[in-house]
């Protein structure tokens, strides 16, 4: 048992003493006996008169005197500080005050007090104070009978006790005192080492995050910034290896100070470990605030040190976010400081940067859509569908285009151009995604061929699928896996040759793959960087037309030039010509009469699921428009009169856009002049009037006469204020064109010759 226990415990029996001896003959003896320092021994005592039992009264005698004896040696030798006390009354029995009764030599030494100056005297005389210490607690104790324990610190002393009350005699109790000032200090100091860094007496991180909690709450209710900044030192280890670990401390220390000088008291600088420092820059006005602050920071921190009897040079790189612009919890605020530190590292040091939350924002939703997209692939979301490809000249169905999408749980159907934008910068997942595209397709192959439909795919390949050093055993391997595919099925369509690195690579493994039989097709021809190089120097034999030129080729006479001038390089260089985004008949028309007769677009199919496939394949008819001109072919001067059908639609299409202003604008007008435009330049021109002894070409002479006249119409009408009537006369306008176009037609079927 612990003294001070024991001590409580001799207490309580003592007591129990006192009470029985007061209902026993020996209350007497004990009455003239105030204080315990004055008993002395109980020789001294009158004898008993009415004993009855001599024997069993000097046992408890015995007894009695025993335990006083040791409590008496108890009292005056023990450690710690006792006061024994009776509780003073008034007339409503109401405790008032207490008389301290006695005192041991511990409680003298302890408290000061002297035992002549204490002794017998109340609390408030004996102490010098207005009310006794503790008055009410010690009634509790004294009249409850419950004992209490409490600490306190005396500041006349400066020194904090543990004290214990437990009742003693009647009404009264006793008081031990126990000096816990070391403990006390101890405790402190470990204290301050939890929450400050021992070298540089600043705050360290778990005092930080109070600090932050604090100023943050505070933040919120000033509604000004708040800057959250990571400063590492730049180069530390460096001075720490040439001017020993001591110059390193005194460095780290100065800086500290430094630090802690420049900012304000309401600011926080702390210390992480190492040479990492945090500042909590409050109720700033603006970020122009916060980088003036951080300017001078930086300035100051680049002042010479001198360590080791040198001077040294450092500088400090600071990260900084800024509260509530970044609304992000505390832990996530520093990390992002810390990001910010490490870019301001990567610039070079010696500077702050600015943390973007915005940014920061779309990188995570970047990295959480890669992490989904990965899972999709894991889970098996992916799916192909199929576009065919037709030959409009002959009739037939010639193939498909596999493009991938994801069937996603929750969005449905997701097209590519939403998820494989973000694999792009993402080797691994791009090559797998890639690798998935390939064996789907083969497989579909295989399941077409067993059913009896052979049917050539091409598939999409990234520049980096590609380049990776496994393709073309990966391609090797999944082609032997199906012996019952024929070579020249699988086509090839590269996607974004610009990022071909190594164009001699890129050569060889299509020159590879050829050798196995497979097609290469350059996807979206005439887009992309030098596309002509890539033509020239890789061995691909099939151009994909973009689907942005053949797409607008019917009015834009630059799209079609595009579209025309491909087609003639892949005539002129043996290879074969693929129009994507074949939308309508007419674009299908106006391919095959330029002589591109293989073409891809929703004017003939969009792409489909694999099961719909063989159904399409069976039913499929060329279109009828096409028919007329299956068998004809035209020589490159008279294709020119296709480009004045597009020329003249272009004129048409530039009219009715002004006439759907309220105001026009003459600028953007066509030429009325029947000689000025561009039909009627050809028109009226030598490479014109090489048809003129044709009907056709006369009447198409005259309507485009026609045409412009009521053109002329149409703007006067439009600007006199007669808006509607010239919108209706422009339906005339149509049916004029139409007429047009058809005996432009007509004369290209005369001028033809048969395939
Ligand atoms: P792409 O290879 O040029 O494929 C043609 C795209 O045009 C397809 O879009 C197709 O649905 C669309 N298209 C076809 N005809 C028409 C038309 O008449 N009008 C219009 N407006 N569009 C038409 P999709 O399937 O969304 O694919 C877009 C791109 O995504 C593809 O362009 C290709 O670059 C890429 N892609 C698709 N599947 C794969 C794949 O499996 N692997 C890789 N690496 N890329 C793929
Ligand atoms: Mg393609
Ligand atoms: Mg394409």
Redesign the pocket.
């Known amino acids: 048992m612990r003294n001070r226990d024991l001590i409580v415990a001799l207490l309580h029996r003592l007591t129990r003493f006192w009470n029985r001896l007061r209902r026993s003959p020996v209350q007497k003896a004990f009455e003239s006996q105030p204080t315990f320092s004055s008993v002395k021994t109980f020789e001294s005592q009158p004898t008993f008169s009415n004993v009855h039992d001599l024997a069993e009264c000097r046992r408890i005698e015995a007894s009695l005197i025993d335990s006083r004896n040791r409590f008496q040696s108890l009292f005056e030798h023990m450690g710690e500080g006792v006061a024994l006390h009776d509780l003073v009354f008034d007339d409503a029995d109401r405790p008032i005050n207490y008389v301290i009764q006695a005192v041991n030599p511990s409680y003298e030494a302890m408290t000061g007090f002297k035992t002549k100056a204490v002794v017998g005297k109340t609390a408030d005389v004996a102490y010098g104070v207005a009310e006794p210490p503790y008055l009410e607690e010690y009634a509790q104790v004294a009249l409850t009978g419950r004992a209490i324990r409490f600490e306190s610190h005396l500041p006349p002393l400066n020194r904090h006790f543990s004290i214990s009350a437990a009742p003693w005699g009647e009404r009264g109790f006793a008081t031990l005192f126990t000096d816990i000032t070391a403990l006390k200090r101890h405790h402190e100091q470990l204290e301050w080492l939890a929450h400050y860094d021992g070298l540089t007496r600043l705050p360290n991180r778990a005092l930080l995050a109070d600090r932050m909690r604090q100023v943050l709450a505070q933040t919120d209710r000033n509604q000004k910034l708040l800057a959250i900044g990571y400063l590492d030192l730049d180069g530390f280890k460096s001075v720490n290896d040439a001017l020993g670990h001591e110059a390193g401390d005194n460095l780290l220390i100065e800086v500290a100070n430094r630090l802690r000088d420049s900012v304000r008291g309401s600011d926080t600088v702390a210390r992480l470990g190492g040479d990492e420092f945090v500042l909590l820059l409050a109720e700033l006005d603006g970020i122009e605030d916060c980088e003036r602050t951080l300017a001078r920071l930086l300035a100051i921190i680049a002042e010479p040190y001198s360590l080791a009897e040198r001077e040294a040079v450092i500088a400090a790189s600071i990260g900084v976010t800024l509260y509530p612009l970044d609304h992000s919890e505390p832990d996530e605020l520093l990390r992002h400081a810390d990001q910010a530190m490490y870019l301001a590292k990567q610039g070079g040091g010696y500077r702050y940067h600015l943390f973007d939350p915005e940014r920061d924002r779309r990188t995570r939703a970047q990295r959480e859509a890669l992490t989904r997209i990965a899972l999709a692939l894991k889970q098996d979301e992916f799916r ?2 199929y ?1 065919p490809k037709v030959d409009m000249r002959q009739g037939i169905v010639i193939g498909a ?5 994801w069937q996603h749980p929750e969005r449905g159907v997701v ?3 939403e998820f ?1 934008p973000l694999v792009e910068d993402e080797p691994e997942l ?1 090559v797998a ?2 690798d998935w ?1 390939l064996t789907a397709a083969l497989r579909q192959m295989d399941q077409w061929a067993q059913q009896g439909l052979r049917l050539p795919v091409s ?4 520049a980096r ?1 590609l380049q990776h050093p496994e393709f073309v055993n990966r391609v090797t391997a999944l082609l032997e896996a199906m012996p019952d595919l024929e070579s020249g099925q699988l086509e090839l ?1 590269i ?1 974004e040759t610009a990022a071909l690195e190594d164009m001699a690579v890129a050569s060889r493994v299509i020159r590879e793959c050829r050798q196995m039989g497979i097609d290469f097709a350059l ?2 021809f005439g887009t992309g960087y030098s596309s002509l190089t890539y033509f020239k120097r890789l061995p691909v034999n099939v151009l ?1 037309i ?2 942005s030129f053949v ?1 607008d080729m019917l009015d834009d006479a630059e799209d079609f030039a595009i579209v025309s001038g491909v087609i003639g390089l892949a005539e002129a260089f043996q290879r074969v010509a693929i129009a ?4 309508t008949v007419e674009h299908g028309l106006l391919l095959l009469q330029l002589g591109c007769d293989l073409a ?4 003939i199919a ?2 489909m699921p694999a099961a719909a496939m063989p159904a399409w394949v069976r039913d499929f008819q060329p279109d009828p428009l096409w028919e007329p001109v299956r068998n004809l072919r035209w020589s490159r001067d008279d294709l020119f009169l296709l480009t004045m059908t597009v020329e003249h639609r272009r004129w048409i299409k530039q009219l009715a856009a002004s006439l759907a202003l309220v105001v026009m604008d003459s600028g953007a007008l066509p030429t009325m002049d029947t000689r000025d435009c561009r039909f009627g330049r050809w028109l009226h021109g030598h490479e014109g009037q090489r048809y003129s002894e044709i009907a056709a070409f006369q009447m198409m002479s005259a309507i485009h006469q026609n045409i412009h006249e009521l053109g002329k119409t149409l703007i006067d009408q439009h600007r006199t204020g007669q808006v509607e009537q010239a919108r209706a006369h422009l339906l005339e306008m149509q049916e004029l064109s139409g007429q047009l176009q058809d005996s432009l037609q007509a004369l290209l079927m005369i001028i033809a010759k048969p395939q």
Do not use: T
């Open positions: 192909l569908y576009q285009e596999a493009l991938i999408r097209p590519p151009g494989l791009a995604i890639g595209v598939v999409n390949i990234a699928h369509e996607l996807d979206d994909k973009d689907q797409r994507e985004g074949v939308e891809q677009g929703y004017g969009r792409p």
